[in-house]
């Protein structure tokens, strides 16, 4: 495997919120968060992303925006929103050039924007300030043409549910499998992932979680969940999931994690304390 490319991420906001124990787990060693209004004194030429951790709206101006992109215009900004911005995507007033998303939506598109820069493609989140979200979904491609023909466990409660999913990893030539539908004690042969559905978190769900953890201990395991809380994202990967999805999933999602999970443990390497900054 090729070395991976270092990154150099500046952190601002509320690094200590319960929802972004995501972002905390993706670097080596927990970086400092900046103060929002310190930003423009760290930002310089070797920054290679800005992450605002926004547990509330309206503590970030435009103006303050504009001046980051005047300072360096070639860094991409990127704000995570906690569970209490739940209506910021629909705000009439967003941020220009700051692409949004969700903590629960953070592994998927952090992991892909390492990938991007991994394989020499434009990231979604260096595209330009002026790029629409339509011009980033563009670029949402699972370029893994080696992982063809997977076979993936689909374990989910109805058949319509197993159908969509279906659909949608055969046109990543992926093997499509329902658990519920097999009988006898499960599965006899070893998949290569295993995609669970799950609408709501409960004691049933983690039960289920744990029971494909014990009868597929070396298998990655993505859950899909409708718009999960950190809590319940704790529970699960206590239950051995290694990736959440939240619904609705975005395009190419889906089909991109399986075929890319996991994420090669050498990314942790390019990732440092971000503590030059102090």
Same mark, same amino acid.
């Given at each position: ?55 509330r709206?309206?503590?970030?101006s ?6 980051w ?37 953070w ?15 434009l990231?979604d %989140? ?5 790029? +629409? *979200?339509?011009?980033?979904? /563009?670029?949402?491609? #699972? !370029? ?8 993936v466990?689909v ?49 049933a ?17 993505v ?11 704790e529970a699960?990967?206590?239950?051995g ?14 089909? %991109?994690?399986i075929?890319s999970?996991r +994420? *090669?443990?050498?990314?942790? /390497?390019?990732?440092? #304390? !971000?503590?030059?900054?102090?």
């Amino acid at each position: 495997m090729r070395q991976p490319i270092p990154v150099n991420v500046l952190v601002s906001g509320k690094l200590d919120h319960p929802d972004f124990r995501i972002v905390r787990s993706t670097f080596a060693e927990q970086p400092p968060a900046i103060p929002i209004d310190e930003v423009a004194q760290h930002l310089d030429g070797t920054i290679d992303l800005l992450v605002l951790l926004l547990d509330r709206s309206g503590i970030l101006s435009p103006s303050l925006v504009h001046r980051w992109m005047d300072q360096e215009p070639l860094i991409p900004i990127v704000a995570v929103l906690s569970s209490l911005c739940e209506g910021e995507l629909r705000s009439p007033a967003p941020w220009p050039g700051v692409t949004r998303l969700y903590w629960h939506k953070w592994q998927y598109a952090f992991n892909k924007f390492l990938w991007q820069r991994e394989h020499g493609l434009l990231a979604d %989140w260096n595209q330009p300030k002026t790029a +629409l *979200p339509s011009d980033r979904l /563009s670029t949402t491609t #699972a !370029i893994h043409s080696g992982s063809a023909g997977i076979d993936v466990l689909v374990s989910c409660s109805r058949k319509m549910a197993f159908e969509a999913y279906a659909d949608e990893l055969r046109l990543a030539q992926c093997n499509a499998v329902w658990l519920e539908s097999l009988r006898g004690p499960g599965y006899d042969q070893q998949p290569s992932r295993i995609l669970i559905d799950g609408d709501g978190f409960d004691a049933a769900l983690f039960q289920r979680l744990k029971k494909i953890e014990r009868d597929y201990p070396d298998v990655p395991r993505v859950l899909v969940l409708g718009f999960p809380r950190s809590e319940e994202c704790e529970a699960a990967r206590r239950a051995g999931i290694d990736i959440i999805l939240s619904k609705p999933l975005a395009d190419g999602e889906l089909t %991109w994690t399986i075929l890319s999970s996991r +994420l *090669p443990e050498s990314f942790k /390497s390019c990732l440092p #304390a !971000i503590d030059n900054h102090r």
